[in-house]
């Protein structure tokens, strides 16, 4: 039996989300290498479809990381985020991925440790759930 | 514009049956700015129904597709291809843009994947409300630009109506009373001589009570 590989997809704000993680490579904490980083210009901008894109592509776990509430450089793309959120783990419980397979992380510019640990602790809850359903066969592993 | 909303995904699946090549067609206009049928609502449906058949194990293949005006048959000449690999088409468009689909499609079967509510403006980001029915015969001119048939309850012509409350509709509080918007407005044009006319029963054979109509022009037929 092999161990469970997940594949993460985490889409990044790209001030509290791109900074911590500069900051964790200057000082040089390693975060989990399933996490594949992809920077958007505001977290606002990860919709309904881009999040879909990612589990289609053969994401296990997407996790979002976004501002904190009232830090967000573009005003209220946090907020957005979050309005949309409760919409999107429906709709990903309802197709049969799990709503539990997004997660959202609000973060500070200047939290490299957090930011890292969030990493840590997302890529061990999609261990936990095992392969997404539309990956069973091909990497579940186990 | 029309103004749609997305079925539940569990009843759009429901129409697919055994469909094993489904098109989700999306429009540009009317559904694509109120975020019900566009380009990116066309996308994710399309994406969720693939999905939720690759988990519930079903041998199905869903792409998406848009065009700009569903509504207008060379419009929808520009997915032929498209068409003719699918099994089924789901339409984002509104009930007008399904049908063209299903006139100049007839050997394919094109289902709603909205329900079209109404004609209707944004009040705010993500708020539509009901403005026009259609009716045929538009009045606004005496009404300060407030349409009575759309917003009042029982489309008075000479309202308000005994159940108009502070300025609400006795069918539901949160609906503001048309008649009491067209007095305030018309107070505020110096125009209530307007509110004193009595106006005639409305001729409704130009609305849906004639029958389905048509406009035919003469200085634009071919």
Known sequence: ??????????????????????????????????????????????????????????????????????????????????????????????????AERLGLWQGGLGQPTAFVEQLEGFVESIKQLGASPLNRGERAGD | MIRATQKPLSEISDLLGEARRVLVLGCGTCVAVCFAGGEREARTLAGALSMAGRTAGHDREVRHNVVQRQCEPEFVREVED????????????????????????????????????????????GVFDERCQACGD?????????CPIARCAKSMLNGPCGGSQDGRCEVNNEIPCAWQLIYERLLSLNRLDLMLRNVEPKDWRSSRDGGQRRIVREDLRL
């Not at chain 1, 985490?10 to 992809?38: F, T």
């Not at chain 1, 901008?45 to 501002?67: M, N, P």
């Not at chain 1, 573009?74 to 783990?89: I, P, S, V, W």
């Open chain 1, 1 to 98: 039996m092999t161990q469970f590989t997940p594949s993460i997809t985490v889409y990044s704000c790209a001030y509290c989300g791109a900074v911590p993680r500069e900051m964790a490579a200057i000082e040089r904490i390693p975060y989990p290498p399933e996490a594949h980083i992809v920077e958007f210009p505001c977290i606002s901008r990860v919709q309904s479809d881009v999040i879909l894109a990612a589990f289609e592509a053969g994401a296990d776990g997407v996790l979002l990381v976004a501002c904190e509430e009232g830090n967000c450089h573009h005003q209220g793309g946090n907020r957005r985020t979050l309005q949309r959120l409760e919409a999107m783990h429906a709709l990903l419980a309802e197709i049969g991925i799990g």
């Open chain 2, 82 to 125: 498209d068409v003719a690999w699918a099994d089924i088409i789901v339409s984002t468009a509104c009930g007008i843009g399904c049908q063209v689909m299903n006139e100049r499609y007839a050997d394919r079967l094109t289902v709603p994947g909205v329900n079209t509510d109404f004609l209707g403006a944004p009040i705010e980001h």
């Open chain 2, 138 to 146: 538009c009045i606004l001119d005496t009404t300060g630009g407030i």
